[in-house]
């Protein structure tokens, strides 16, 4: 018969082998928190097409530890409403609402170097289980933990409340912070933001850290570890990969319609210097999301079965499409904005650079602008100000 504990300490066990799990603290958390309780009513488990519900009640106790206990993501939502007690059958839907893996959320953790007397400002609530960990150790009255939907909320308030952490739970936006009990020492995000909202960085002391995953997309997107100063800037690095669902404010609705209405009328066609393929990797993706904030990247095939890939902004009312010609492609471009020239001079400079990874870029936050670049180079810096 599988418990609970046990399955704590095999989890704790594994995250440490990974190199994941190394404060004592914390695996101290991992071994107490009972990550099963956090996951009422239920999970949806991925099977491609379709999710397929599994809820507590309805599952055997050792293969819904087995679950629990997963390194994997869990999701808990569907669709901004549906959860897994909602439905008996396989179900299309989005990902709206999740528990984390594990390796992810130790990771996060770790990396806010926190100490007992920290007060921390999580964004994004979740399920709660990252809250109950920073709970384990600093205590329940210095983690403030805001999510944006009531419902979310009102599940992971009764999970903390009977793991025993009373701590203090928003609803409400969490772009806008906490100011009613800031000032913090740290501020992490379990979702991905576009740009670091500045009232984050308002809201921590001189010397504090805020923590979140930079980017729009569900790939190329980075982990950046910012320090707060003085002078009310905040400055730091991407420090390696991530991946989080977007911030719901910032959540951007798929395309509809036909895609060749939309690039119907281009300014300027031309042979493109760089192939959109290099975005199905990390870094030219990453890359990208900065040169051309907002932008969306689609994926299709022509009706013979060649692919075209297409850039649209419609914040900018401008569009980029590339149509494949054996092993070159040409970029047709439509609207105020060139997107690829933008892109493209962004990409040939990285590659000019020898390509560096994604923790080469450095970022600044002002109250005004953001600022990134690439080990001090020159060729490679993006300044976005702010409306």
């Known amino acids: 018969m599988t418990d609970s504990a046990f399955e704590r300490r095999r989890m704790a066990v594994l995250l440490e082998s990974n190199g994941v799990l190394k404060s004592s603290w914390l695996r101290g958390a991992v ?23 599994v809820t507590a009640l309805g599952t055997d106790p050792n293969e819904w530890l087995k679950i ?6 869990l999701t808990t939502q569907l669709d901004g409403h ?3 007690d909602q439905t008996g059958n396989p179900v299309a839907g989005a990902p ?13 953790i770790e990396a806010l170097d926190l100490k007992a007397e920290h007060r921390v400002l999580e964004i994004g609530t979740g399920t709660g289980y990252s809250t109950a960990l920073m709970c384990h150790y600093l205590g329940e009255d210095n983690v403030t933990t805001i999510e944006v939907d009531p419902q979310v909320a009102a599940r992971a308030d009764a999970a903390l409340e009977t793991v025993g952490y009373s701590t203090w739970t928003v609803t409400g936006d969490g772009l806008l912070g906490h100011p009613h009990r800031a000032p913090y020492d740290r501020v992490i995000a379990t979702c991905a933001v576009r740009r670091i909202p500045y009232a984050w960085v308002r809201q921590t002391k001189p010397g504090g850290i805020v923590l979140s995953t930079v980017g729009s997309w569900p790939w190329g997107t980075g982990l950046a570890k910012l320090t707060v100063g003085d002078g009310g ?5 991407i420090i390696g990969r991530s991946s989080f669902m977007q911030a719901r404010a910032q959540t951007v609705t798929p395309l509809a319609g036909d895609l060749s209405a939309r690039t119907a009328y281009a300014d300027s066609d031309r042979p493109a210097l760089v192939s959109p393929l ?40 401008s569009f980029a499409e590339f149509i494949a010609d054996g092993e070159s492609w040409t970029v047709r471009q439509g609207g105020p904005v060139a997107l690829w020239d933008e892109i493209e001079r962004a990409l040939v400079a990285w590659q000019d650079k020898g390509s560096p990874g994604i923790e080469g870029v450095r970022l600044r936050v002002t109250d005004r602008s953001h600022l990134y670049w690439i080990d001090s180079s020159p060729l490679l810096r993006w300044e976005h100000w702010l409306a």
Not at 68 to 73: E, K, L, N, P
Not at 233 to 237: I, L, M, Q, R, S
Not at 284 to 309: C, I, K
Request: glycine content about 6%; overall charge negative; hydrophobic content about 40%.
């Open 278 to 317: 290099v975005l199905e990797e990390w870094m030219p993706a990453f890359l990208t999301q900065l040169a051309a904030p907002g932008a969306q990247f689609v994926r299709a095939t022509r009706s013979d079965g060649a692919p075209l890939r297409y850039f649209f902004d419609p914040e900018r009312e």
């Open 31 to 53: 071994e107490t928190v009972p990550r099963e309780q956090f996951l009422h009513p239920g999970v949806f488990l991925d099977e491609g097409r379709t999710w397929r519900p």
């Open 68 to 73: 629990a206990y997963s390194i994997d993501t």
């Open 96 to 108: 709206t609402s999740s528990s984390t893996d594990p390796t992810t959320v130790v990771g996060m």
């Open 82 to 84: 549906l959860t897994a």
């Open 233 to 237: 800037t905040a400055e730091g690095a």
